[in-house]
């Protein structure tokens, strides 16, 4: 089974910038692939999916405009662009694909 390993958050102030990266133990070009949040003491909250080839992406209305979801077939990696950060982004951020998840990275937006 694929294994699939999130990096990239971190503390970070409002309007400040991260990119989160997912990483890919084999080859996931046929697979579509999202990312969701959770944050603490609340529910896991989709953000946002991509198509196997990257040409349609969708996102949740709290993040479009913001966020910037990309893959690289090349290197396996799902990467999640985030501007403009705000203090309701915080959360542990999770990529998925129809079969597994990772363990997650934590964003924080704080001053």
């Known amino acids: 089974q694929v294994q699939l390993v999130e990096s990239g958050g971190g503390l970070v102030q409002p309007g400040g910038s991260l990119k989160l990266s997912c990483a890919a133990s084999?080859?996931?070009?046929?697979?579509?692939m999202t990312w969701a949040r959770q944050a603490p003491g609340k529910g896991l909250d989709w953000v946002s999916t991509?198509?196997?080839?990257?040409?349609?992406?969708t996102y949740a209305d709290s993040v479009k405009g913001r966020f910037t979801i990309s893959r690289d077939n090349v290197k396996n990696t799902l990467y999640l662009q985030m501007d403009n950060l705000r203090p309701e982004d915080t959360a542990l951020y999770f990529c998925?694909?129809?079969?597994?998840r990772g363990q997650g990275t934590q964003v924080t937006v704080s001053s």
């Open positions: 998925s694909n129809s079969q597994t």
């Open positions: 084999e080859a996931f070009s046929t697979w579509a």
């Open positions: 991509i198509n196997n080839d990257g040409s349609s992406k």
